[in-house]
């Protein structure tokens, strides 16, 4: 069975003043979360503001960031893509870099019917059988919801293996569970949605926060397999305004701003994404004070 952990951080791509991948502090941020709770960095999906990284950029931070962590994290590459043929060459790109998985986003604009979904991604695994897959369902980006029907039959397929669930919706959460085998994992694409996805068979969270909070993270999820339920959930609430701050506006926005009143100088972001606005930061300083984070 492949794992790829309770905490899987989905890191933000560092930029320079001159809008360049900051490749140095990548290493530098990627070394620090494995050493913080993180169990697995996925790169370039939505945090890492994957729509204005170009392959080759990619492909680079992908090897960078292997070898600064080596064997402390798993890496996991965003190879989606709402066209086919480039999300195969991508994911064939990341197995022949040996990194541990893949993440498929939901084609976006094409808003493909369930039939044409389940042929995209089974098309992908079958292109690279080495490489572990988890499908990432996010409706409100994509335009497409990835049917728990679908992703059963997709469960099928050998290197399919997980899936982050980032719909929001727990009665979607829970029919993937019922419908798929318990060793196909379950993961939370919402952080303030992890501890309610584990109480219905979730695996852990492909997460924002743990930029900030990845022990605490480890610790609620932790305790929570242990039978430590009002732990956990204490936990959960101690941690709740900063989840909802982390998207008072559009993500990475806010973990963007948040990382860099930490002095982690992770720059801006690319365009269309601006940078955070003041009443943003300041609902932002908030909740990290709370939390003694700054």
């Not at 480039?86 to 870099?97: G, N, W």
């Not at 996805?197 to 022990?215: D, R, T």
Request: charge should be negative; aromatic fraction near 6%.
């Amino acid at each position: 069975m492949v794992s790829f952990g309770r905490v899987l951080t989905a890191m933000v791509t560092p930029f320079t003043e001159a809008q360049k991948v900051n490749y140095a502090v990548a290493e530098e941020l990627a070394v620090y979360l494995s050493e913080h709770g993180t169990d697995t960095l996925v790169l370039c999906g939505t945090t890492g503001e994957s729509p204005t990284l170009t392959w080759s950029e990619e492909y680079e931070l992908f090897q960078v960031v292997q070898k600064a962590v080596g064997s402390k994290a798993t890496i996991v590459a965003g190879t989606g893509s709402n066209s086919t043929q480039e999300a195969i060459v991508a994911t064939q790109q990341a197995a022949k870099l040996g990194l541990d998985g893949a993440l498929v986003v939901v084609p976006y604009y094409n808003k493909p019917p369930q039939e044409g979904l389940y042929q995209h991604f089974r098309a992908i695994a079958q292109a690279a059988p080495e490489l572990p897959l988890m499908l990432y369902n996010v409706p409100g980006r994509t335009g497409q919801s990835l049917k728990a029907e679908t992703i059963a039959r997709l469960a099928e397929v050998p290197n399919i293996v997980a899936i982050k669930e980032a719909s929001g919706d727990i009665e979607q959460a829970s029919q993937i569970r019922r419908l798929t085998p318990p060793e196909f994992s379950l993961y939370s694409g919402d952080d303030a949605l992890t501890l309610p996805l584990l109480a219905i068979g979730g695996q852990g969270v492909v997460s924002v926060a743990s930029h900030l909070v990845g022990e605490q993270l480890q610790q609620m999820i932790q305790a929570f397999f242990t039978g430590k339920v009002q732990v956990a959930s204490q936990i959960h609430l101690n941690l709740f305004p900063l989840f909802k701050a982390l998207f008072t506006t559009t993500n990475p926005i806010p973990v963007k701003a948040a990382l860099n009143l930490q002095g982690w100088n992770v720059g801006g972001l690319r365009l269309p994404l601006n940078s955070s606005p003041p009443e943003v930061t300041q609902v932002l300083k908030m909740a990290m004070q709370e939390l003694s984070l700054l």
